[in-house]
């Protein structure tokens, strides 16, 4: 799946696909990094939810959406509020101590696979290695998870 | 003989210092030359060229420290200087500085510079963090496969600069040019090129490769000299190339562990930046500074006042001559003093500043507070440059070269004389102790808030009157945390503190002497010289209610902020920071116009040396005189308002 940037979940990873961006922007940008092919990966959001912090190359490089949105990106992991019915791993999970302690009483851990047996309304419904559960929307969107 | 033969000779050859912003390349700088640059955990602290003198055995070689630039396609002020001193000035040897921990990206800025020219020298920095993290580099491998020498440092333990040294002052013969192959098509293009340079003789002191793949890349300098451009761009084939071909080198030479889990940077950075409590730590934080300026300073400045005091009386007991008397004890000691008195605060700033910078949290502040500088069309960069001027408005200004945005960085320029730098301080110290007493520490946060809602309101009004609102962007590298190690803290302290310092024994020490003379003569007090100024000018002053004294005071305080504090002192007789005297001024004045007077003081026109400063970076006249009239005009508008106000109250 290809999207900008801007788009990708706290935590989230994917590959540089392209950068549409003025010459001198996308030259500083290749300087520090930014080419195809590239791992990147989200690392923060800003209080305002703007700027955000991006990992590449091992370095934390700070930028805003009116550049982020023009950088393409493949990534093969989606929130699970986005996943359709299927196998997936589970990479990252963006919350407190409370909530990942909750997850894990369901089976739902970092590394481990689950099934999504529903998405439908404003439950997804989760079976991990035979515990079945089910999320609100807004709790799936905070767990990120990668395609078999 | 032999041996200044051999000296003259090496002085001729220059070693430029080239990296990454941050990598630590002042700090070798200061290594080489055992120089004491300010160095600080953030990139864009170095913005100027600054030369020293590295002296190894017999030789004697200029070195010389430039700003950081992650590539040669400069986009910033202080990356310009960088480029043009490496591409015009062709020095000796290029020493380029990379960082242990993240040589990938450094070799990207190296490989440009082998594109450009032979005599490099790669020195690989940061490798006691380096091995901490877990990698291991081989630079024998490193040197085999790039060509050129290689020395791994690390300007915090000293490691291998001995070595960069014996290194450098070998390598100013060599001359080797190193060469890579980019793909068919390229190296076509780079033929061709190179095939319409070689006929241009105004061309001939440059390398014909490079200025081809500049071209390629759309350089717009090279554009410019060359008259050539293409209307194809193979920039990001080219960059590829180059990443492409570190990947190469770095797999035989770098041997690294997988990261596991968080580190300590991460860590930290999860709550400092964190989307509740980051805004929370950085007020938190600013308030502490503000604290710890106030606090621990008070009891060092009374001491400084009391001995200061002794020496006055000391003097005045054996000075027999009324006139000298005067001289020594109100003019010199009195004036000089009154400002020496806040050598602490000062320092104390500085001091916390300093740990600010050195910890890396200032990037980080930045990129949290980034959102609301967007709503002035600014950014969390210029908010650095901002944050500076708590310090000196000058050092302030200096650093916005690193704002890639022009407008944003004119529009920065202009509003950070309204940032309340140290040398305001006295000021407030001094009023706000006389009048306020218990409560001075509340009008003094007051007077640092409005500093901050001024200029915020001036960012908005002079980015709708000049530039119709344009956005700036933010692409800032966020540097790792380092443990703040105390010797760097002591130089940054130092370095700055040692301004205020030098202010007080020239300026400050001039101005006190013209003003005791212009307070004496001809007849003290009312028939003086000064009084004729304050009074000439009374009649404006009218409305804010101020006296000549305080008004000859201001006029003075524009060479320097701190000079109305030794104006007022030679004129009101003894002040002091624990506000025991002063009593002259507080039969003439009531308090609102005294916290009237401190808004006009925090306000008024740039001192100086900030007008100097803006002068100089935006070089234009147009905005020193923007900025003297329109600070005057915010001065008088907003010190009516709190007179006004400050009297119903
Ligand atoms: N651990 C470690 N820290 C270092 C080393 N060299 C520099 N530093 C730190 O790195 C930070 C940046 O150092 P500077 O010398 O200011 O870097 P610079 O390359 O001149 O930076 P700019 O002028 O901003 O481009 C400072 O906090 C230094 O203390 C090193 O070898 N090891
Ligand atoms: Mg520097």
Not at chain 2, 54 to 82: C, F, N, Q, R, W
Not at chain 2, 311 to 327: E, H, K, M
Not at chain 2, 618 to 639: D, H, N, P, R
Request: charged residues 20%; hydrophobic residues 45%; aromatic residues 10%.
């Amino acid at each position: 799946m290809v999207v900008p940037l801007s788009r990708m979940c706290e935590g989230e990873m994917g590959k540089i696909r392209k950068l549409e961006l003025p010459p001198l922007t996308r030259e500083r940008l290749c300087g520090l990094g930014f080419v195809s092919g590239e791992e990147i990966q989200l690392v923060k959001v800003a209080p305002f939810g703007d700027p955000k912090v991006f990992r590449i190359k091992g370095t934390d490089i700070t930028l805003r959406e009116d550049i982020s949105m023009w950088i393409l990106v493949e990534t093969s992991s989606v929130p699970l509020s986005y996943a359709t019915n299927g196998e997936y791993f589970v990479s990252i999970i963006n919350g407190g101590m409370g909530f990942r302690e909750r997850l894990r009483m369901v089976g739902i851990e970092v590394g481990k696979k689950i099934t999504v047996t529903g998405n439908i309304g404003k439950r997804i419904e989760i079976n991990a290695n035979g515990i079945l559960s089910a999320l609100s929307r807004g709790q799936a969107m905070r767990i990120i998870v990668r395609e078999r | 003989m032999e041996n200044h033969r051999d000296e003259i000779e090496s002085r001729k050859s220059t070693i430029a210092l080239l990296g990454n912003p941050n990598v630590g390349k002042t700090s070798i700088f200061n290594a080489l030359t055992g120089s004491r640059q300010v160095v600080a955990n953030w990139p864009g602290v170095t913005v100027e060229k600054r030369a020293g003198v590295m002296k190894h055995h017999s030789h004697t070689v200029d070195v010389v420290d430039l700003p950081g630039t992650y590539t040669l396609g400069a986009t910033s002020l202080d990356e310009k200087i960088a480029r043009d001193f490496l591409v015009n000035e062709k020095p000796g040897v290029a020493m380029v500085i990379g960082d242990a921990v993240n040589l990938e990206r450094s070799l990207y800025l190296l490989l440009q510079v082998l594109e450009l020219r032979g005599d490099v020298v790669l020195a690989v920095n940061s490798v006691d963090e380096a091995r901490k993290a877990g990698f291991e580099i081989d630079k024998n491998e490193l040197s085999k496969q790039l060509g050129i020498p290689v020395v791994l440092t690390s300007a915090v333990t000293g490691e291998g600069i001995e070595e960069l040294k014996n290194t450098l002052v070998k390598s100013t013969k060599s001359s080797s040019h190193v060469h890579y192959l980019f793909s068919d098509e390229v190296e076509a293009h780079l033929r061709d090129l190179s095939e319409r340079i070689r006929g241009n003789p105004s061309l001939a002191g440059f390398d014909e490769r490079w200025l081809s793949i500049k071209l390629l890349e759309r350089d717009y300098e090279v554009q410019k000299i060359t008259g050539i451009t293409l209307d194809y761009d193979f920039s990001v084939e080219i960059a590829e190339t180059r990443y492409k071909y570190i990947k190469r080198i770095l797999s035989t030479s770098v041997k690294g562990k997988e990261k596991i889990g968080w580190n300590f940077s991460e860590a930290i950075d999860h709550v400092m930046t964190h989307r509740f409590l980051g805004i929370l730590i950085f007020l938190a934080v600013m308030y502490i500074i503000f604290q710890l300026t106030f606090t621990i300073s008070g009891p060092l400045s009374i001491m400084i006042e009391e001995l200061l005091g002794g020496l006055g009386r000391a003097f005045g007991g054996f000075i027999g001559v009324d006139w000298l008397r005067s001289l020594v004890v109100e003019g010199i000691i009195g004036g000089v003093g009154a400002v020496l008195v806040f050598v602490p605060n000062i320092f104390i700033l500085f001091l916390a500043l300093g740990i600010l910078e050195e910890t890396g949290y200032l990037p980080r502040a930045a990129f949290v507070i980034d959102r609301p500088m967007y709503a002035m069309k600014l950014s969390g960069r210029s908010f650095i440059s901002m944050l500076l001027g708590f310090g000196c408005n000058v050092s302030s200004i200096m650093s916005t070269r690193s704002i890639s945005e022009p407008k944003e960085r004119i529009v920065t320029i202009l509003v950070s004389p309204f940032i309340s730098c140290s040398a305001r301080l006295p000021v407030y110290v001094l009023i706000a102790g006389t009048f306020f007493g218990s409560r001075a520490g509340v009008v003094i946060f007051f007077l640092y808030v409005l500093s901050i809602v001024i200029t915020v309101l001036s960012a908005l009004l002079i980015n709708k009157l000049f530039f119709k609102g344009e956005p700036s962007t933010l692409i800032m590298e966020l540097p790792r945390y380092r443990k703040p190690r105390l010797s760097s803290i002591i130089l940054y302290t130092w370095n700055k503190g040692r301004h205020f310092l030098e202010k007080a024994g020239t300026i400050i020490l001039g101005a006190s002497v013209v003003i005791w003379f212009l307070s004496y003569f001809p007849s003290e007090g009312a028939g003086s010289f000064a009084a004729i100024i304050g009074k000439s000018l009374e009649p404006l002053f009218i409305p804010l209610g101020y006296t000549w004294e305080m008004i000859t005071s201001l006029v003075f305080g524009i060479a320097a902020k701190e000079v109305i504090v030794s104006s007022l002192t030679t004129f009101f007789g003894n002040l002091s920071v624990s506000g025991s005297s002063l009593g002259a001024i507080r039969t003439l004045i009531t308090p609102e116009v005294a916290l009237s007077f401190l808004v006009f003081v925090l306000l008024y026109v740039p001192c100086m040396p900030t007008l100097a400063v803006i002068k100089n970076e935006t070089g234009s006249y147009k905005y020193v005189l923007f900025s003297v009239f329109y600070s005057l005009a915010v001065a008088y508008i907003v010190a009516l308002i709190v007179r006004i106000v400050g009297g119903l109250l």
